[in-house]
């Protein structure tokens, strides 16, 4: 049964996030426009976009955060599971070239350990262009399964989009006075090889991966739309045993899966670069709230980190695009969320000295009447919102 604090804590409106946060000690920022978006930066957790809204101060608060682990004040081993809704992390997650397990150890849960680059120590704030764009920056050298140290430069910059540019990157039109309510916001995230050896396929290619956390119910649906002429499976579907078929469907006529987000039974899946595309998203049928992803693609010959947790024979085959339900990870253990996750990775960056790549990864939720969100849905995930509402 839930609490009255944790019903409170899912209702909480943009502004009430905001305070939240500063009173447990953050000093997050807002970026903001005339139309009433809001995105909301914690540079105390590595500049992550912790929510956004579409509708000012007072409108309902898209992320989702982790309000017990923040209450409690206390860090947590392994991962410190703080929400948002667009994070930096880098893979793969596991492999010989993994950065999350000391060197030489068995890939199990108990070794398993989120850096702190990217679970808790703080970015630098480097600049900011009024209302509407953040600037962050950090370093560090982590030392792979395999022995093999990198210095690693990161960057990252915030920027929340104005309605033409939501429009733009979208490929939208819309009548002069659509009644949808938008946000938009655009995180453009560098990575450069601040060492003096270059990364190979003996020492390991790192790969910016970006994952957004969101609030679950029995009326979501992860919606990912994938390659219908490309060979080999549609999905990696087994990450964590594999996921029942009426929590994951697969409509091979229109090239789209849909993946049940009720943050109560643990899955993941993961499309490979024959089968991603380069929109994901889902529709939120209690809210009526369609959430969008966006990710700058690589080229066709890009390899990808490959994130499973074993000695891999294939290291530079991994997905391209992942989505994962929350629930409880084993036996005894308590969910992290719930919440669920629309994710994209860069190519495997095979640096020289000096070198950078850049991953763009963009989030929009768009509120409204249904016809209008149809509009959006169709020329983004191939489908419409009665689609969506079929397979819930």
């Not at 469907?249 to 039974?265: M, Q, R, S, W």
């Not at 860069?346 to 016809?371: D, Q, R």
């Amino acid at each position: 049964m839930a609490t009255e604090s944790s019903i409170h804590d899912t209702e909480k409106t943009l502004i009430g996030d905001v305070r939240f946060l500063q009173e447990h000690g953050l000093q997050p920022v807002v970026l903001k426009n005339k139309t009433g978006a809001r995105v909301v930066v914690s540079p105390e957790y590595q500049g992550r976009v912790m929510t956004s809204t579409m509708d000012g101060d007072d409108g309902y608060s898209c992320g989702w955060i982790n309000y017990k682990l923040i209450r409690s004040g206390r860090k947590t081993p392994h991962i410190n599971a703080y929400g948002g809704e667009d994070r930096f992390w880098l893979g793969p997650e596991g492999g010989q070239f993994s950065i999350y397990f000391p060197k030489g150890a068995e890939f199990t849960f108990e070794n398993w350990q989120v850096p702190a680059i990217f679970d808790t120590e703080p970015w630098k704030i480097t600049g900011r262009d009024s209302d509407r764009e953040l600037l962050l920056e950090s370093e560090f050298a982590p030392v792979d399964w395999s022995g093999n140290r990198k210095q690693i430069r990161l960057k990252r910059r915030v920027r929340l989009l104005s309605a033409e540019e939501v429009s733009e990157a979208l490929g939208t039109t819309g009548p002069a006075a659509s009644p949808l309510k938008a946000v938009g916001c655009t995180t453009a995230n560098t990575m450069t090889n601040a060492g003096t050896d270059a990364w190979t396929r003996k020492t390991g290619a790192m790969s910016i991966w970006m994952l957004g956390m969101f609030k679950p119910s029995p009326e979501t649906v992860i919606v990912v739309p994938f390659n219908r002429n490309a060979e080999g499976p549609v999905v990696k579907d087994d990450y964590f045993g594999k996921i029942p078929a009426d929590r994951l469907k697969i409509d091979h006529e229109k090239g789209v899966l849909y993946f049940c987000a009720d943050g109560d039974n643990r899955g993941k899946i993961g499309l490979n670069k024959q089968r991603a595309r380069e929109f994901l998203g889902s529709y939120d049928a209690e809210h009526n709230i369609l959430t969008i992803v966006k990710y700058t693609p690589g080229k066709p010959d890009s390899e990808y980190a490959n994130a499973a947790w074993e000695i891999q024979k294939e290291p530079f085959t991994g997905d391209v695009v992942n989505a994962y339900n929350d629930g409880i990870p084993g036996p005894g253990l308590e969910k992290m969320g719930p919440f669920y996750e629309l994710e994209s990775s860069s190519p495997a960056a095979f640096l020289k000295p000096g070198e950078s790549m850049t991953h763009i990864h963009s989030t929009f939720h768009f509120s409204g009447p249904k016809e209008e969100l149809d509009r959006i849905a169709r020329k983004t995930l191939g489908v419409s919102i009665g689609d969506i509402l079929a397979e819930r």
